[in-house]
C-alpha cells in the first residue's frame, strides 16, 4: 500500500492532511495549477495551487449555505451570476430553483470546469446540462465591469483565496462593479474566509470593509467547513435593501420543500449570531 | 532549528498536525500518557493518550460554551460538579459566578491538575485558589454514585473521549446516576463528540441516546473548535425541568456583565439550530 499524503499548510506551523488512494490528475494551466485525488474518508477532492477547494463529503455544506441563505431572503431571484465555482456545485444548488431564468457563470479557468466534469460529477452534474447556465470563461472582474447596469438579482461569489487568479475578486473595484450590476433587489454573497487564522482574518477585515463600503446592508454568517482551515468559515451578505434577517421569508421557503442536508430555515437565522471575538474582530477591525 | 509535528489521526487517513517548539513534559501516570508541547500558533497545548485536549488558543471556545448555557438557563445555580476538567478551564468560568456556593471537581488523574498548574495557568488559575473549589481525584462514576441526592444544581462532564478513563462516563449508569445527584431544577452537559467523521458520530449518538433516555429534556448545542476533529464540536443539554431556549433567562444574563469571547446571548439560541444532517443523525440514528 503507498503511503500518499496530500497536505496543506493552514498557517506555516498547522497542517491538515488526507491520504490519498492516487492521484487521478494533476495539470498546470495558464493560471493555476490543479490537482485531483481520491480517499477513502472525503472520496474525490481537488486542489488548486496546492490549496483545498471542493471534497465529495463536506462540498454540501459549503454550496447549500452560499445558496439557500440568499434565495430565501428574495424568493424571486431570476438572474444569477456566479464567480468562479467552477467545479458547478453553487450552481448546481442555484438550478434547484424553478424560478430562475438565467445564470452566468465566470470562471476564468475552462480547465476547472472539464476537470470536475470528468471526476467530480457529484458538484459538476447541471454544467452543460441545464439551458438556464451559460458559462464563460474569462476574468470576473472584466466580466461584471462589462455588465449591464441592474442585470442581476443575485451574484455569488465562489472564489479562491485572494491571491493569484482570485486577488482581483477582493477589491473595491470588484464590488463597487457588482453593486452597480446588481438591480435594486440585490444581494451579493462573498467567500470571506475564516476569523480563526490570523492571515485568514485578516483578508476576512479586508473584504468586510470593502463590501460595507460599498452596500448599506453588509453581515456575515458562519458554518462548519471541515477541510477549510481550522474549520470555521464565512460568507458576507451584502444588499441594497434586504436585511438577512428581517427580510428572511422562512414559510415561503419551506413551502418550496428543498431537500438540503446542511441548511434549513432555523439554521439561516443562527448562522448570523457570530461569536463575541468574530463580531469584535469585524467592529473594531484587528 | 528542528522540525518537530505533534500530529491526532482525526481518522485512520486524516492527520492534524501542529509543529512544535518543543516538548515541556511527558508523562505516563497510572491512567494514561499525558504530553505538553509549545507550539507558535496555539501556545501551550496538552495532549492525554495522544489526543488533543486544551491549547492556549481555542480553549476559549469550549470552556465558554459548555458554562454559559447552563447558567443563563438558570442563574441560581449554587452547587456545581464537573467531572474530568482537570485542565481547570471549565473552573474557571463557573467561578466567576459570585452565586456559586461549591465546586467540586473530580479528575482521575491528579497529574493533569498539577502539569497544568505548572504549565498552563492560562485554565489552571483558579484550582487551590478558589475556596468555592474543592477537588477529588478519583473516578467520576465512583464519585457520583456516592453523591446524595439531588445535592448538586449543575454537572459538566468535561470528559476525554470514551476510551480508557473516560469510557465509564458514556455509560447510562453514569447519566442515571447524575439524574439523581442533580435536584429538581439540575442541568447535566455532557461533552457530546462531533457530527462529522463516522466514529465520533456514532459516540455522539451513543451518549445521546442515553441521555436521550434518562433525561426529560435532552437537546445539542454546537460550536466551532478549530483543534478538535473537523472543528464541529457538540455539547449534549439535559435537564428535567429547564429548556435551554424556552428558559433562556437572556436579560438577566446580560445584566451580570461578563466579558466574555465566543459566548454571547444570541449565539445561546443559535448554537441549538444544527445542520440538517446533524438533526436527522440525532433522530434517526446512523
Not at 141 to 164: K, N
Not at 223 to 231: A, I, K, L, Q
Request: hydrophobic share 35%.
Amino acid at each position: 500500500m503507498t503511503d500518499l499524503w496530500y497536505s496543506e499548510f493552514h498557517t506555516d506551523d498547522v497542517k491538515f492532511s488526507i491520504k490519498v488512494n492516487r492521484q487521478l490528475c494533476s495539470e498546470q494551466t495558464p493560471f493555476q495549477r490543479i490537482d485531483f485525488f481520491e480517499s477513502d474518508t472525503f472520496g474525490v477532492f481537488f486542489t488548486i495551487d496546492g490549496l483545498m477547494m471542493v471534497t465529495q463529503k463536506d462540498e454540501f455544506a459549503y454550496h447549500e449555505m452560499i445558496t439557500h441563505v440568499p434565495f430565501a431572503v428574495n424568493p424571486d431571484i431570476r438572474r444569477v451570476l456566479i464567480v468562479g465555482g467552477g467545479d458547478g456545485g453553487t450552481a448546481r444548488e442555484v438550478c434547484r430553483y424553478q424560478t430562475v431564468e438565467h445564470i452566468d457563470l465566470v470562471d476564468i479557468d475552462e480547465r476547472v470546469v472539464r476537470l470536475c466534469q470528468k471526476y467530480l460529477p457529484q458538484t459538476a452534474c447541471v454544467l452543460d446540462k441545464d439551458p438556464r447556465l451559460q458559462m464563460h470563461f474569462e476574468d470576473g472582474l472584466a466580466f461584471v465591469r462589462a455588465a449591464q447596469a441592474g442585470s442581476y438579482d443575485l451574484i455569488l461569489v465562489d472564489s479562491t483565496d485572494p491571491v493569484g487568479p482570485g486577488e482581483g475578486l477582493f477589491t473595491t473595484d470588484f464590488y463597487t462593479n457588482c453593486s452597480r450590476a446588481l438591480g435594486g433587489n440585490g444581494i451579493l454573497i462573498n467567500q470571506h474566509e475564516s476569523p480563526f487564522y490570523t492571515h485568514y482574518a485578516h483578508e476576512m477585515l479586508r473584504a468586510h470593509k470593502k463590501i460595507s463600503d460599498t452596500f448599506p446592508i453588509a453581515q456575515v454568517y458562519q458554518f462548519h467547513m471541515p477541510t477549510y482551515p481550522s474549520g470555521h468559515w464565512l460568507f458576507g451578505f451584502a444588499s441594497k435593501r434586504f436585511d438577512p434577517i428581517t427580510d428572511f421569508r422562512c414559510e415561503e421557503w419551506a413551502a418550496l420543500g428543498l431537500k438540503t442536508r446542511y441548511y434549513n430555515t432555523a439554521l439561516h437565522r443562527a448562522a448570523f449570531a457570530l461569536p463575541t471575538y468574530v463580531r469584535e474582530l469585524l467592529e473594531h477591525g484587528e
